[in-house]
C-alpha cells in the first residue's frame, strides 16, 4: 500500500519530540483561539503566520504548529457557542441553536462532550478522506494547463462569492479590489513597475500577510470598539463534566452524516466549514428522528454541525494542498502560510515533496488526538480562559497583529499599511462586502493573470482557446452555475435565528 | 442606502484611475499576447459593473454609528497609525504599553485596570516574545543605557 507507506513516513517526522511540542501548543492556542469570540481559524493562523516565520521555524514545524491551530480554532469554536450563546467562530454559529439551549437546561457539559467528539469523529473521518482523496486529485490535476487553471480561480471565486454572501455585486466587487491590489508591482513578464507610483516600497507588491491580518485582525479592533458590551451575554455555569454515553451512542449517525455533508462542502472551492456545519444542521434537521426538539437543546443538533464544520476544515485542505486554491477564508489564510515558505502548492507538491505532505497529514491525525483529550476531559481549563475580560484581550491581540508584521518586515509603512487594510476591512463588514475573496483575490491575482498570458502564448492571442478543454468547460459551467444558483436557493435556505439571550449593558 | 451608493460612486472613481494608471504601464520589447495592462483592464471592468449595481441597487443601511462612537473609532485609528509610527523609535514596550492602555480605555472607560492592562501586556509581551519565542525586539529607545 502506497498510503501506508507514505503515512509510516509522515509518522517518522511528526512524531518527534519538537513536533509533538509544536503540535500540543498549536492545539493548545488553537483551541483558545477558536474559544475566544471574535477570533476564529482565520484571524487566528493570520496573526500567527508572521511570528512563527520571524522566529525561524523550518516549513514541516511552521506547517505543524499552525495546521493543529487550525484545527483546534475549529473545536474551541463550540465552547462559546455552548456556554455564551456567541459563536468562537463563524463555523461555529449553527452550534448555538443547539448548544445554547442544552446548557441552559444544565447539560452544558453534556453538550461539550457531545460535540468535542463530534468534532474528533469529523475532523478524523475527513482527514483520512483527504489522504485518500488529495493523492488521486492531485493525478487528475497534471492534466491542467494554463487555460484549466484560469478557469479554476474562477470557478474559486464565483462559488466563494455566489455561496459566501447574500449579494453578488459585492463579493464580485470583493475579488476584484483582490486582483487589482495583486497588481501593484513588478509585472511579472516583462518586469515593468505597475501601479506603484514611484513608491519603492510597493515595487515587491503589497505583501499578502500585511493584507490578511489587517483585513482580519485589525479591523475586528474596530468593530469590538463599536460593539462592546452588545456582545457579552451572561455565561451557564458549568458543572462536573461526565461522559454522556447514552447521548454518544444515539447522535453517531448524525455524526457520520454531518461528516460526510461537511467534508464534501469543505471539498468544494469557496464553500467552506461554515457552509459545512449549516447544511449538516438542516439536513440533520430534516431527517432526524428527534426533529421537534431541534432548536431546544437536541443533541443530534449540537452532534451534526460540529462534525460538519470539523470534516469541512479537512475537506477543504484537499484542493488547498492539490490545486493550490483554497475552499474558504482559513484555508486562504494556509495558502498564504505555504506561499511564504516557499511551498507551491499543487500536484508537484505530492510527487516532490511529500516529507511536508504526509508529516502534515500524520501531524493532523496526532492533533486530532491531542485535541479530543485537551476538548472533553480538560475543556474547564479553557472555560477559565474565556472569562478573560475584552478590555485586556482586545488590546493584547492588537499589539500581536502589530508584532508580527513589524518582526517580519521591520518597516512602519508596512505596519500602516496594516492599519489601512483594518479600516478597509471595517467599512466592508459595515456594507455587507465579504472580506475573503479580497484576501484570494490578493493572493491568487498574480497565478491568475500569469495563467491567462500563459494561456495567451500557447494559443498566440486567441482567446476561445480558454473553453477548448473539456476540463475547462466544465470548470466555466461550475463557475458560472456556482454564482447564478445560489440567487434562486437563497428563498429556499434562510438561516434560522439565534436563541435570544440574557445580555447585560446593552447601548 | 446612502452609503452603499457612496462606496459604488468612489470605488467608480478608483477604478477610472486605475485604468488611467494602467494605461501608463510601460510595456518591455519583450512581451506576450496579452501584455500587463489587459488583465488590469478586466479587473477594472469587473469593479465598475458591481459599483454601478450597487449605486443603482443598494442595500438597506447597516445602522452606522453615532459621531461620538464615530470619533472613539477615529481616536483608536489615530492611536494605531502613531504605535506604527513610534515603535521602532522608540522600541516596543513604552509605545505598546502606552497604546494597549488606551485601546483597553476605549473599551472599559476605568482608569486603573486600563493602565494596569497596559503594563502587563507591555511588559508581558515583550517577555514572551523576545524571550520565549527570541524575536528581533528592542526593549527601550537606543541610547538609553
Known sequence: MDILSNLALGFSIALSPWTLMLAFVGCFVGTIIGALPGLGPSNGVALLIPISFSMGLDAISALVLLTSVYYGAMYGGRISSILLNIPGDEPAMMTTLDGYPMAKQGRAGDALVISGVASFYGALLATIGLMLLAPLLSRVAFEFGPAEYFALYMLAFCTLGGVGSNNQAKAALAAALGLGIAMIGLDQTTGMPRFTFGELHLMDGIDFLVAIVGLFAVSEVFHFIESHGKDSAIGVKLGRITIPWRDLGRTHGAMARGTGIGFLAGILPGAGASLGSFLAYMAEKSVSRNRANFGKGAPEGVAAPEAGNNAAAGGALVPMLTLGVPGSGTTAVLLALLLTLNITPGPLLFTEKPDVVWSLIAALLIANVMLLIMNVPMVKVFVRILSVPSWVLLPGVTMVAFVGIYSLTGSSFDMLLMVAFGVLGWICRKLGIPTVPIILGILLGNAMEDNLRRAMVLSNGDWTYLFSSGISIGLWTAAVLGFVAPMFLRRFLKKPPIPATESYDRD | ?145
Open chain 2, 1 to 145: 442606502m446612502a452609503a452603499d451608493r457612496i462606496f459604488g460612486a468612489v470605488m467608480i472613481v478608483l477604478a477610472l484611475g486605475y485604468v488611467l494608471s494602467a494605461m501608463n504601464i510601460q510595456t518591455s520589447f519583450i512581451s506576450d499576447p496579452v501584455g500587463p495592462r489587459v488583465f488590469p483592464y478586466m479587473v477594472a471592468a469587473v469593479v465598475i459593473v458591481c459599483s454601478l449595481v450597487m449605486v443603482l441597487k443598494p442595500d438597506p443601511d447597516a445602522d452606522w454609528p453615532a459621531p461620538l462612537m464615530l470619533l472613539k473609532i477615529g481616536a483608536a485609528l489615530a492611536v494605531l497609525i502613531g504605535y506604527a509610527l513610534t515603535i521602532r523609535a522608540m522600541g516596543f514596550i513604552i509605545p505598546t504599553v502606552i497604546a494597549s492602555a488606551v485601546l483597553s480605555y476605549m473599551i472599559s472607560p476605568r482608569a486603573v485596570p486600563a493602565a494596569l492592562a497596559g503594563l502587563g501586556l507591555g511588559v508581558g509581551l515583550y517577555v514572551l516574545f523576545k524571550v520565549v519565542l527570541g524575536l528581533g525586539l528592542v526593549a527601550l529607545p537606543r541610547g538609553w543605557f
